[in-house]
């Protein structure tokens, strides 16, 4: 009797994850139609540029800021032994271009911007704001998620790139202010890091990271249980799974680029 | 029914379940224009769950509804949508959009669904508080309504667009004796004055039979009584007596089904 019991929960779950799936997927698209009418109405995008993007420029300066010190203090440590600290302004500016720029900024962003957007419209949804909505002939899709996705899916990479720039100076802040080392030694990276295989893939990297974290936000808010438990859960369900997806496609995405 | 006035909101054999409980069993519903029909039952009989029918947002498991002729659950978004215009709907909650102000949430069906220049839309909104007796908060934010301001202000909204129908959903429930008279008052004016058909769906027994010219009482999925305020108070149905009443027991039992209490407590 237990066995069957384990085997059908465990169908259950599956199940449910799959329906949820295509939900989502689902939902996706109906966003993706909602898009041309968000662009007919920019006032509605710049909102939520605002909130979305804008209200995470501190954060994202402050953490790139200690990023690149951090990255330019350990580099100079480890570098020193080998004399090789001309090198540092290299190791500084690849590692946050490649990853830590767009990995560390997607993840600051989902805390920071996700988990406001999901419980936004999660709360939308449990005041009947949604429904309201629906009922006055607007589609919430259109009208409430649509801009939220598009700016996400926008500010996402603009943030991304500020992270790496403002870490590059943190480490010269660190490197060349602090320790004294050259500072045409640490500039010299400029002529090494590839415009197209380091920092487009890193732009790249952080339009996808974007795209998921932003769909996974804007869904679990959609898709929560309107009651303040089902938000509470959806707003950690955002943050758990934006963290794992950022991970993973990165993972995937540097297998594929490097 | 009272007289011949054409119907707006036909139901017939109207099923709906959820999970495996049955909400509405084979209902059958008309809604007669101009007129304030009142939907009465005990809380959970699925009330608030016929006007999300009636608008669309649900579909019945069988049976049809129709309004203005349409059948609800065979249209097409576009349509669904269209048609929606035309229906104002007032929520329990009020569901205002609270990043806004009072003005911006009656304007927002206006300057969503019309091109109208920003200085009649500030016209129609005033008229339309006005209405409500609430033009002094245009500039308020909706956490600063009281609950009957609210509702209020989302009365408003419902009939910014000058609709056909309006539905509302439990308007007086949670109100003081002062609002509530207010609520009661408005809704039937804002009947008479714009020429609407309205659906008031509540458990108030008293203010609901103030106002509605025909009732219909549901309890278990069924329609258990229907007629004019006169019929429904005289009524010779168990049920129907003993929810305008308001008696503790008759046929909707005061217990939750339960175990014989001797052998629940001797266990």
Redesign the interface.
């Known amino acids: 009797m237990n066995i069957l019991k384990v085997f059908q929960h465990l169908g259950h779950d599956t199940l449910n994850i799959f329906q949820t799936l295509g939900r989502a997927m689902l939902f996706f698209l109906h966003v993706l139609g909602g898009i041309p009418s968000v662009l007919m109405r920019p006032r509605l995008l710049m909102a939520q540029l605002y909130s979305v993007g804008v209200l995470s420029l501190a954060l994202i300066l402050v953490s790139g800021l200690f990023v690149g010190m951090v990255l330019g203090l350990q580099g100079y440590n480890t570098l020193v032994d080998f004399g090789a600290t001309e090198s540092l302004g290299l190791v500084v500016a690849l590692s946050l271009v490649r990853e830590l720029g767009p990995v560390l900024s997607s993840l600051l962003f989902s805390g920071r911007a996700g988990s406001a957007l999901t419980a936004e419209i999660g709360l939308m949804k449990a ?3 949604l ?2 909505m ?6 919430p899709l259109k ?1 409430v998620i649509a801009p939220r996705f598009l700016a996400g899916f926008l500010a996402m990479p603009l943030l991304a790139v500020i992270f790496s720039a403002i870490g590059i100076l943190g480490g010269h802040l660190v490197v060349v202010d602090m320790i004294g080392v050259d500072a045409g030694a640490y500039w010299q990276m400029s002529e090494k890091v590839d415009f197209f295989s380091d920092v487009f893939n890193g732009i790249i990297k952080s339009i996808v990271f974007g795209l998921v974290v932003t769909w996974i936000a804007v869904f679990e808010g959609y898709d929560a249980l309107p009651t303040s438990e089902g938000v509470s859960r959806a707003t950690t369900r955002t943050v758990v799974f934006s963290a794992f997806a950022t991970l993973g496609l990165d993972f995937l995405l540097t297998a594929l680029m490097f | 029914m009272p007289d011949n006035n054409p119907i707006v909101v036909k139901i017939r054999q109207l099923k709906f379940s959820r999970g495996a409980r049955y909400i509405f069993d084979d209902i059958d519903l008309d809604i007669q224009r101009g007129k304030i029909t009142a939907i009465m039952g005990p809380s959970g009989t699925g009330k608030t769950t016929l006007l999300k029918l009636i608008g669309g947002q649900l579909r019945p498991d069988a049976g049809h509804i129709w309004v203005e002729e349409q059948n609800i659950s065979r249209l097409s978004t576009n349509k669904l949508y269209q048609l929606r215009r035309r229906m104002g709907m007032l929520f329990q909650s009020g569901a205002l959009l609270t990043d806004i102000s009072v003005f911006d949430n009656v304007a927002f069906p206006l300057r969503e669904h019309t091109n109208l220049p920003e200085s009649m839309i500030r016209t129609l909104v005033l008229m339309k508080l006005q209405a409500v007796g609430l033009r002094g908060a245009h500039r308020l934010m909706p956490s600063e309504l009281s609950g009957g301001m609210a509702r209020r202000v989302a009365l408003a909204r419902a009939i910014a667009l000058d609709p056909m129908m309006v539905m509302y959903d439990e308007p007086f429930t949670g109100q003081d004796p002062i609002s509530m008279g207010v609520l009661v008052r408005l809704i039937r004016t804002i009947n008479q004055a714009l020429d609407l058909t309205s659906i008031v769906v509540s458990h108030d027994v008293n203010e609901t039979l103030q106002i509605a010219d025909y009732v219909y009482v549901l309890s278990h999925g069924k329609v258990v009584g229907h007629g004019t305020n006169a019929e429904i108070r005289h009524s010779q149905s168990e049920w129907v007596h003993q929810f305008i009443h308001a008696q503790a027991d008759g046929p909707v039992p005061f217990h939750y089904p339960a175990l014989d209490y001797r052998d629940d407590l001797l266990r």
């Open positions: 005041t009947e704001q429904s309201g629906e009922m006055m002939a607007v589609d009208r």
